[in-house]
């Protein structure tokens, strides 16, 4: 069972950025970050499997940045320009790539983010 430790929320004013990371216990094909605003459903906001570019949701493109370092076991969520929007909890979320899409297995404890105006 993989275990998921997120990190680097926190509270921010809109423009601002923060990095999320996510320690990994071990390296699974598809690893990724969801959000979760109260009120609405999870979004998957970014992801990363082997072999592709990564994906994005359409509402960060260009302003977030997903990548992972295996020797670390981290993954991580750069977040720039952020918006009141962007004010969610955020979950790092791993699984395995089926084909060429990713079934998510592991979640995290989830980490808040706030974006104040």
């Known amino acids: 069972q993989v275990t998921l430790a997120e990190s680097g929320g926190g509270s921010v004013q809109a423009g601002g950025s923060l990095t999320l990371s996510c320690e990994y216990s071990y390296i699974t094909s598809c690893m990724g970050w969801f959000r979760q605003a109260p009120g609405t459903e999870r979004e998957e906001v970014a992801n990363?499997?082997?072999?592709?570019?990564?994906n994005y949701l359409d509402s960060v493109k260009g302003r977030f940045t997903i990548s992972k370092d295996n020797a670390k076991k981290t993954l991580y969520l750069q977040m720039n320009s952020l918006k009141p929007e962007d004010t969610a909890m955020y979950y790092c979320?791993?699984?395995?790539?089926?084909?060429?899409?990713?079934?998510?297995?592991?979640w995290g404890q989830g980490t808040q983010v706030t974006v104040s105006s």
């Open positions: 990363i499997r082997p072999g592709y570019s990564p």
């Open positions: 979320v791993v699984g395995d790539l089926r084909g060429s899409d990713c079934v998510w297995g592991a």
